[in-house]
Nanobody, 124 residues
Framework: QVQLVDSGGGSVQAGGSLRLSCVAS????????VGWFRQAPGKERDFVAA????????IYSDSVKGRFTISRDNAKNTVYLQMNSLKPEDTAVYSC?????????????????WGQGTQVTVSS
């Protein structure tokens, strides 16, 4: 069983930066694509970014492209989400999860083993 633990959230002002981390237990982490999603109050969980098992390939939602960067260190079983130029609309609970398919996907149903989430709050 794989467990993911998210951390690194906090409160920042608009224009600030945060780096989220997601640490996985188990040896199979390096075989999976990984995704970051976020859920704002009263809204559905939305795709943010995903990285391939090797970390070479990445995809982003249009809303974060150019501001967020996903990366991973398989030796540390960790995936990161560097968030720059944060906006109030980025406020949400951010969670990572493992992709169930070999290609990079953006739908919640295509991921499993969700982390518990970490709160990001951006004030104007």
């Amino acid at each position: 069983q794989v467990q993911l633990v998210d951390s690194g959230g906090g409160s920042v002002q608009a224009g600030g930066s945060l780096r989220l981390s997601c640490v996985a237990s188990g040896r199979i982490f390096s075989y999976y694509n990984v995704g970051w999603f976020r859920q704002a109050p009263g809204k559905e969980r939305d795709f943010v970014a995903a990285a391939s098992a090797s970390g070479v390939s990445t995809i982003y939602s249009d809303s974060v492209k150019g501001r967020f960067t996903i990366s991973r260190d398989n030796a540390k079983n960790t995936v990161y989400l560097q968030m720059n130029s944060l906006k109030p609309e980025d406020t949400a609970v951010y969670s990572c999860a493992l992709g169930l398919y070999s290609d990079l996907r953006t739908q919640v149903r295509d991921y499993a083993y969700w982390g518990q989430g970490t709160q990001v709050t951006v004030s104007s």
